[in-house]
């Protein structure tokens, strides 16, 4: 079996979306734009395929009936906080809007959690003090700031 394909659904937007995050992410790409064939939509994209870090994606230009929602979203492991700086900063960029903990909504509304995964050390390989400290810290934050959560763990 090959491997999952994720599927999204955008009103009009699903070419633009697959440029911007192609554009974000490494080894990522588009691929074919399949066009409306007939109707009001003759012409426009209907379908974008593209990759993203090696995944297999689909942009699925199909209305407003449908929109994003924060119950399915993309996290983004981290490795140091210039990598969290760069993906906070990119894809908030141009309308996205900030949430807590390491969450955030893309100009398109699609939800990421942008996590550093010194994040799950620090939860995991400490004290329950210590990761309740850590927990505290990170419930106070928008985009994670690695450094504040060590000074938690610290104290």
Request: proline share 5%.
């Amino acid at each position: 079996m090959d491997a999952f394909t994720t599927c999204l659904w955008f009103d009009t937007q699903g070419e633009e979306a697959a440029k911007f995050y192609a554009e974000i992410f490494p080894n990522s790409s588009v691929g074919k734009v399949t066009p409306y064939p007939v109707g009001d939509r003759a012409g426009q994209a209907m379908t974008v395929d593209f990759v993203l870090n090696g995944s297999k994606f689909v942009a699925l230009n199909g209305g407003p009936e449908f929109t994003f929602n924060e119950s399915i979203s993309f996290m983004v492991p981290c490795e140091d906080q210039a990598e969290v700086d760069h993906y906070w900063t990119a894809l908030t960029e141009g309308g996205g809007e900030e949430s807590m903990c390491g969450w955030l909504k893309d100009r398109f509304g699609v939800s990421w959690q942008v996590v550093p995964t010194r994040l799950e050390e620090l939860l995991s390989r400490v004290s329950p003090a210590q990761a309740e400290r850590v927990s505290q810290a990170l419930f106070q934050m928008k985009k994670i700031v690695i450094a504040d959560l060590e000074a938690a763990a610290a104290l």
